[in-house]
């Protein structure tokens, strides 16, 4: 069903490679463009334009949770994600500015984005579930009706996401 244990790719699925490197490229080429960038979020959200689609190549243009395809479905359904949510920094334009940093931007379906809503992945965890380095995969995996399933047997007094 998937290959290299990760859940969110099939055979034919182009594995995500210097997923790091090219968002920090990404970056540097949105702050060579519009030096007083200060939230790359506000211009890598937007579908229309080249910054999406860039963003969205890193990422094979496949959803970082799920691995949904963007290409076989309704590109608005897709959006840029805060891997760790927007709330959980302060609302002036610093906090704004840190949550909309490229290493905390994620290509995301819809669905899969309004699921995880405000759920805060607390620090400690953070590493575990991380769709950029395919961490996520040892926590999940897709069962054989293709619902997505954890690995991970959590106990009451361990808190991964908190509300």
Known sequence: MSIRGDYRYTES??????????????????????????????????RSGSYFSKFADIYNSKCAYCGADLRFTDGRLFEVDHFVCKSSF????????????????V????????????????????????????SIASVFFRDENYYIKTYVSVKPAITIFEI
């Open 13 to 46: 699925c182009p594995k995500l490679l210097n997923v790091g490197i090219k968002k920090n490229s990404l970056e540097k080429e949105i702050r060579l463009n519009c030096p007083r960038a200060k939230i790359i979020y506000n211009y890598v959200k937007n």
């Open 90 to 105: 302060s609302a002036d334009t610093d906090g704004r500015g840190e949550a909309g940093k490229m290493d905390n931007l």
């Open 107 to 134: 290509l995301s379906c819809y669905s899969c984005n309004r699921g995880k809503g405000s759920l805060l992945v607390t620090e400690e965890y953070r590493y575990l579930i991380n769709p950029d380095d395919s």
